[in-house]
Nanobody, 124 residues
Framework: QVQLVESGGDLVQPGGSLRLSCAAS????????MGWYRQAPGKQRELVAS???????NYVDSVQGRFTISRDNAKNTTYLQMNSLKLEDTAVYYC??????????????????WGQGTQVTVSS
């Protein structure tokens, strides 16, 4: 009923930049928080950045000042601008969204959805 599709992952050299996009589609009434997570080989998935419906953002310390999360509520899309990339940023990046769906009869349902992931590789 709701799909999240990420794009923008690539191979980039240290110090380079990438912009990830995540577009949500389906039966959507509204999206509350949206976030980007990443998982490196052998490590747990971690929250990288999040943004509320109103635009309040939060970042993990390791990307503060280098990454910027934004969103376009009209397009149900979130973006992650990644600058000054480091080797340790290499991971699969996943989009997450808290979606409210109208289920009929004045009822609504809130659930979290995940994208399929996009690979970001930082290597010289």
């Amino acid at each position: 009923q709701v799909q999240l599709v990420e794009s923008g992952g690539d191979l980039v050299q240290p110090g380079g930049s990438l912009r990830l996009s995540c577009a949500a589609s389906g039966s959507i009434f509204r999206i509350n928080a949206m976030g980007w997570y990443r998982q490196a080989p052998g490590k747990q998935r971690e929250l990288v950045a999040s943004i509320s419906f109103g635009g309040t953002t939060n970042y993990v310390d390791s990307v503060q000042g280098r990454f910027t999360i934004s969103r376009d509520n009209a397009k149900n899309t979130t973006y992650l601008q990644m600058n000054s990339l480091k080797l340790e940023d290499t991971a699969v990046y996943y989009c997450n969204a808290e979606v409210i769906r109208a289920t009929g009869g004045g009822s609504y349902h809130l659930a979290a959805y995940w994208g399929q992931g996009t690979q970001v590789t930082v290597s010289s």
